[in-house]
């Protein structure tokens, strides 16, 4: 997209925490329209599983980086950076829980994505012990889980490794004594996803442990039809496996380096190199917006509510607020072409002497109407 060579490219990072119940991005790959159209007006986009992982749908991407959250967090603090690669080699493990018949059915999607995607992938591996998934609910709402083998699981994403893997891909089985009530709300459309506390423990360990790209897909048994079920669900419905999206996101994903790699062939991408963040507006905790959000223009978007209530102005991060997706589009777009918000809107000031300067006074504002969001606009 850019074709200015005097510009660098502009680079954005899309951030939906898992297991919070968002609105947008808590469901079954319900993130990635907003990831579709970030894409659009951006050179690189930089986000996680939760928003392109969309169970069988997925969507290629080719300026868009699959980073998964750990490795994202390391990248954003520095202390990581991302090595774009053409391809990745994805060594598939699976949990030694999974029953014959649900293991056939994983076994042929990762079949099936080789020969219909043309997907590098080495033999799998089964781990040696079941790996012992649980899943536990906080007060607040939000999931999380604990695995009882991890030693398990990094001996077969070692074994994989080993045998030429630079990407790993887990399928664990997950217990399906989920709460009815939960499980309905979430089918419906509402809720906390039961399954993605658990789901981030796992690939958060392989990728802390082994620094390769790892994503996570949970073995269950095929729920009953439920002609009711929102759309926004949907996706998780339509077959035995959530693997295809994960072996496509995978394929591509970038390696992680620790130190620059000026004069390779493809260089590293670092975090000051990152010129905006977008995150839901009550979910302003996580590590990688505390690490951009005073360096890069950080959006916060209203409207994608969640469990949680940490909010930018409680941590002292200088956030723009928008009331949508399709505001922080707009944001984004105006900032990556060097225009101030205020331009595009009726209400232009005049300019003024430049006074004393109170802490944080260098923000300037974008009056609140009625229909419109108030935006604080800052020059990151």
Same mark, same amino acid.
């Given at each position: 997209?850019?074709?200015?060579?005097?510009?660098?490219?502009?680079?954005?990072?899309?951030?939906?925490?898992?297991?919070?119940?968002?609105?947008?991005?808590?469901?079954?790959?319900?993130?990635?329209?907003?990831?579709?159209?970030?894409?659009?007006?951006?050179?690189?986009?930089?986000?996680?599983?939760?928003?392109?992982?969309?169970?069988?749908?997925?969507?290629?991407?080719?300026?868009?980086?699959?980073?998964?959250?750990?490795?994202?967090?390391?990248?954003?603090?520095?202390?990581?950076?991302?090595?774009?690669?053409?391809?990745?080699?994805?060594?598939?493990?699976?949990?030694?829980?999974?029953?014959?018949?649900?293991?056939?059915?994983?076994?042929?999607?990762?079949?099936?994505?080789?020969?219909?995607?043309?997907?590098?992938?080495?033999?799998?591996?089964?781990?040696?012990?079941?790996?012992?998934?649980?899943?536990?609910?906080?007060?607040?709402?939000?999931?999380?889980?604990?695995?009882?083998?991890?030693?398990?699981?990094?001996?077969?994403?070692?074994?994989?490794?080993?045998?030429?893997?630079?990407?790993?891909?887990?399928?664990?089985?997950?217990?399906?004594?989920?709460?009815?009530?939960?499980?309905?709300?979430?089918?419906?459309?509402?809720?906390?996803?039961?399954?993605?506390?658990?789901?981030?423990?796992?690939?958060?360990?392989?990728?802390?442990?082994?620094?390769?790209?790892?994503?996570?897909?949970?073995?269950?048994?095929?729920?009953?039809?439920?002609?009711?079920?929102?759309?926004?669900?949907?996706?998780?419905?339509?077959?035995?496996?959530?693997?295809?999206?994960?072996?496509?996101?995978?394929?591509?994903?970038?390696?992680?380096?620790?130190?620059?790699?000026?004069?390779?062939?493809?260089?590293?991408?670092?975090?000051?190199?990152?010129?905006?963040?977008?995150?839901?507006?009550?979910?302003?905790?996580?590590?990688?917006?505390?690490?951009?959000?005073?360096?890069?223009?950080?959006?916060?978007? %209203?409207?994608?509510?969640?469990?949680? %209530?940490?909010?930018?102005?409680?941590?002292?991060?200088?956030?723009?607020?928008?009331?949508?997706?399709?505001?922080?589009?707009?944001?984004?777009?105006?900032?990556?072409?060097?225009?101030?918000?205020?331009?595009?809107?009726?209400?232009?000031?005049?300019?003024?002497?430049?006074?004393?300067?109170?802490?944080?006074?260098?923000?300037?504002?974008?009056?609140?109407?009625?229909?419109?969001?108030?935006?604080?606009?800052?020059?990151?």
């Amino acid at each position: 997209m850019n074709t200015d060579p005097s510009r660098r490219p502009y680079t954005a990072v899309l951030v939906v925490p898992t297991g919070i119940g968002a609105a947008v991005g808590g469901y079954a790959g319900d993130a990635l329209p907003v990831a579709r159209a970030i894409a659009s007006v951006v050179d690189t986009l930089i986000t996680h599983p939760n928003v392109m992982n969309g169970a069988q749908l997925y969507w290629p991407l080719p300026n868009a980086y699959y980073v998964e959250g750990y490795g994202l967090d390391q990248f954003a603090a520095g202390r990581w950076g991302l090595r774009p690669l053409h391809r990745n080699r994805i060594g598939l493990v699976l949990d030694a829980a999974i029953e014959d018949d649900l293991r056939w059915r994983h076994l042929q999607a990762a079949d099936a994505a080789r020969a219909t995607l043309g997907l590098d992938l080495t033999d799998y591996v089964v781990t040696d012990a079941p790996l012992g998934v649980e899943l536990r609910t906080a007060a607040s709402g939000v999931t999380w889980g604990t695995i009882g083998r991890p030693d398990s699981l990094l001996r077969a994403a070692e074994r994989a490794i080993a045998a030429g893997a630079n990407a790993i891909a887990v399928v664990a089985r997950f217990p399906e004594d989920t709460d009815a009530e939960t499980l309905q709300d979430y089918r419906q459309g509402h809720g906390v996803d039961p399954l993605a506390g658990a789901e981030a423990v796992i690939s958060h360990l392989v990728v802390r442990t082994l620094r390769v790209p790892c994503a996570h897909a949970p073995a269950l048994s095929p729920l009953p039809l439920d002609p009711s079920i929102s759309p926004k669900s949907a996706a998780e419905e339509l077959g035995h496996t959530f693997l295809p999206c994960v072996l496509a996101g995978l394929s591509r994903a970038p390696g992680f380096v620790t130190e620059p790699t000026l004069g390779q062939s493809s260089p590293a991408l670092w975090a000051d190199q990152v010129d905006a963040i977008v995150v839901p507006a009550s979910a302003c905790g996580g590590s990688a917006l505390l690490s951009l959000g005073r360096r890069s223009l950080a959006i916060a978007v %209203e409207a994608n509510a969640t469990a949680l %209530e940490v909010s930018p102005e409680s941590l002292g991060v200088p956030a723009v607020r928008v009331a949508s997706y399709l505001e922080a589009v707009g944001l984004l777009a105006a900032h990556r072409a060097g225009v101030h918000p205020q331009a595009l809107t009726a209400q232009v000031s005049q300019i003024k002497a430049l006074g004393s300067l109170a802490a944080g006074s260098s923000l300037g504002q974008i009056e609140s109407r009625p229909g419109v969001s108030t935006v604080v606009v800052g020059e990151g």
